[in-house]
């Protein structure tokens, strides 16, 4: 079974620049997550889609940040236009439907690395 | 927001060696889970905790839910060069919502 998936795997572009980032969860997962690490920062909490609604987009750090998930298949985390402080690692990660044990949990891509300059 | 202290921040040990780090909250979680991050890679789930005062072990490696809620720590006996990494814990109010991170603990082992 294939693991959750990330395109780009590193994205260089300018300040201003507008820069959309894919993910493609496990099959069958319909809870995705995106979560952002800033250098030497914890990772920290984007927003969560189930299926192709958001169910929770607290984490999202301001307007120029936009997720879909049309379909309820894969996702896009658009940045535009991008800011230096948008440098970062880029996961997506996805769950089963509600349930407890390991099978349920959040498994993670490898991520975007995204440089802003 | 809920925040999540992790310790050390780094760790350099022999091989062999065994090694703790942990993690505390000043809120309580239903559900602590231990990742380990390699280079160029996501983090990996390494073990799950859904009940206070709960012990797990994965191989070499065992967890454990403080009975407080607030904490949970991760022991690795025996190191060997492949637990070189970033080990994460995160923290969970409800299942199916959000993780929230600890800053991570970057573990070098020599040989």
């Known amino acids: 079974e294939a693991g959750v998936t990330q395109f780009p795997s590193h994205s260089v572009i300018e300040k201003g620049q507008t820069v959309t980032l894919r993910c493609d969860p496990i099959?069958?997962?319909?809870?995705l997550y995106w979560y952002r690490r800033v250098m030497g920062k914890e990772i920290k909490f984007l927003l969560h889609f189930v299926k192709e609604s958001k169910q929770d987009e607290s984490g999202m750090p301001n307007n120029r940040f936009l997720a879909e998930r049309t379909g309820g298949t894969y996702s896009t985390l658009k940045v535009q236009p991008a800011e230096l402080e948008d440098s970062g690692v880029y996961f997506c990660?996805?769950?089963?439907?509600?349930?407890?044990?390991?099978?349920?949990?959040?498994?993670f891509g490898p991520g975007t690395r995204l440089t802003v300059t | 927001g809920q925040q999540l202290n992790q310790s050390p921040q780094s760790m350099f040990i022999q091989e062999g060696e065994d090694v703790s780090m942990n993690c505390t909250s000043s809120s309580i979680f239903n559900t602590w889970l231990w990742y380990k991050q390699d280079p160029g890679e996501g983090p990996v789930l390494l073990i799950a905790?859904?009940?206070?005062?709960e012990l797990t072990s994965n191989g070499r490696l065992t967890a454990q839910f403080g009975i407080t809620r607030k904490d949970s720590f991760l022991n690795i006996s025996a190191s060997i060069p492949s637990d070189v990494g970033i080990y994460f814990c995160a923290g969970r109010d409800q299942a199916g919502t959000a993780l929230i991170f600890g800053k991570g603990t970057t573990l070098s082992v020599s040989s």
């Open positions: 905790l859904y009940k206070a005062g």
């Open positions: 990660a996805s769950s089963q439907t509600l349930g407890q044990g390991d099978a349920y949990e959040q498994y």
């Open positions: 099959s069958g997962h319909d809870n």
